[in-house]
């Protein structure tokens, strides 16, 4: 979960060029829960979509979309 908000934290994101141009890229700044799955750390942790999903749920200055809505995402 720590690693997941420190991906879309503000200190992060001044530097980590490709979240911060999947935001831009996005209609409303949605980043797919597929796109941590390329992250080295989260590889190494093994996690899957659900476990992103689960770890991202009640985090704080973040929201989730879930099916049915659209295929799982999350933004600040």
Same mark, same amino acid.
């Given at each position: 979960?720590?690693? $997941? ?7 992060? $994101? /001044?530097?980590?060029?490709?979240? /911060?141009?999947? +935001? ?6 949605? +980043?797919? $829960? ?6 080295? /750390? +989260? ?5 899957? &979509?659900?476990? +992103?999903? *689960?770890? &991202? ?6 929201? $989730? *979309? ?8 999350? *933004? *600040?």
């Amino acid at each position: 979960k720590e690693q $997941l908000q420190f991906y879309l934290s503000d200190e992060n $994101l /001044r530097y980590d060029y490709f979240f /911060r141009n999947t +935001i831009a890229a996005s209609t409303g700044g949605w +980043i797919s $829960l597929s796109s941590f799955l390329g992250c080295r /750390r +989260i590889q190494h942790l093994e996690a899957t &979509l659900q476990d +992103i999903s *689960r770890a &991202l749920r009640h985090a704080p200055d973040v929201e $989730l *979309r879930e099916p049915p809505t659209g295929s799982e995402a999350v *933004r *600040r």
